[in-house]
């Protein structure tokens, strides 16, 4: 019988990481470690915070953030057992993990994301994704902007976006409204980072759109949801164009907290023009909460080109907003079915096992 084989995974963070690529390292390797087609899945992260749970088949090695440190970490782990596939979470990790496959004699798999994916990368990173296997993509823009500057036949270059879980789903949102004392209004939400880098998340452009949504009668109030060192800015924005009281900033909430803001939210909107994809509209929808994004990068994929979400012109931000406002919301559970049946776990697992057998047949 054919031994199963064994994946080393480069990542920046999975298991005990924060945010979206985090969160895809872990969705990925869980569904490959749970679909039978790997014996072992040993991670190599550069940052794991707390506590967390590791899946069966999956060990994870303690963290080094320093990148030499990372470097001899990994090297040294690689050799310490045989592995016959390295998958790297992130392209600024592809040419060491090009270096431990090229040694190991294994399939490497490049994992790429958003904007650090787009601009033409570094030489050695170029080459190391060249010499890729298989590169995974989370949108259609990523992908095309791989192609646009790799070498690499194009059939080695796949979509496989990103997944949503199941504790994601409608629910009263009332009690967290009257918590927070916004019975009657019309609730925008945003959940993003509030750092001075993550900036084309869009948080100014909402702000700049609420005198305009007040002037028309829409009496709305703004939650902004997420934390960084750009929260002051913000604020500061936020007090000159509308005042404190339609504009609440909340920080870093725990999950189950998420989901309550989720449902209790008119209009999840995040006019970003850097998404790779965009978990955060999934989260929103899974819960019944409609989302809108710019019709621009991966968020198009993430609101399926208009069928699941609304993906507006930057031009028409404002237009969008209003005319979503006073549409009917419809049902909150039709909406969440139709997110979990394009981006739920099964057929995310789906694609990690179809991804793997392109993988198999290209080798």
């Not at 969705?27 to 749970?34: E, H, I, V």
């Amino acid at each position: 019988m054919k031994r199963l084989p064994r994946l080393l995974a480069l990542v920046g963070d999975a298991f005990g990481g924060r945010g979206g690529i985090a969160q895809y390292n872990r969705d990925f390797l869980g569904a490959l470690a749970k679909s039978g087609a790997v014996s072992s899945i040993t991670v190599v992260p550069r940052i794991a915070r707390g506590f967390f749970l590791l899946p069966e088949k999956i060990e994870q090695t303690p963290a080094h953030a320093a990148r030499s440190v990372y470097a001899l970490a990994a090297l040294r782990t690689a050799f310490s057992r045989p592995f016959d596939l390295v998958f790297c979470g992130h392209v600024f990790m592809a040419p060491l993990a090009a270096l431990i496959a090229r040694l190991k004699g294994a399939k490497l798999i490049v994992q790429t994301h958003g904007i650090e994916a787009w601009p033409r990368p570094s030489r050695a990173q170029l080459m190391a994704v060249e010499a890729a296997d298989l590169v995974l993509c989370v949108s259609r823009y990523t992908r095309s902007a791989v192609l646009n500057w790799a070498a690499i036949v194009p059939e080695r270059v796949l979509v496989l976006s990103n997944t949503v879980r199941d504790i994601f789903t409608p629910g009263d949102g009332s009690a967290l409204r009257a918590e927070l004392g916004l019975q009657g209004k019309r609730v925008l939400l945003t959940v993003a980072r509030l750092d001075s880098q993550d900036r084309y998340k869009g948080h100014d452009r909402v702000i700049a759109v609420l005198p305009q949504l007040v002037a028309q009668g829409h009496d709305v109030a703004y939650v902004v949801v997420g934390d960084g060192y750009d929260r002051a800015r913000l604020e500061a924005a936020a007090l000159r164009a509308v005042g404190a009281e339609r504009v609440r900033f909340l920080g870093e909430v725990e999950l189950q907290s998420l989901i309550k803001f989720y449902r209790m939210a008119d209009l999840f909107v995040m006019p970003s023009t850097g998404e790779g994809f965009g978990i955060a509209f999934l989260e929103a929808m899974a819960c019944g909460t409609r989302a809108l994004g710019l019709n621009v990068a991966g968020a198009k994929d993430a609101l399926a080109d208009e069928q699941l979400g609304r993906a507006a012109p930057e031009t028409e931000l404002a237009a969008t907003i209003a005319r979503v406002l006073v549409e009917p919301k419809g049902d909150p559970g039709t909406l969440a079915a139709a997110v979990r049946a394009r981006f739920g776990p099964e057929t995310f697992a789906t694609g990690v096992c179809n991804a793997l057998n392109r993988l198999m047949e290209t080798a």
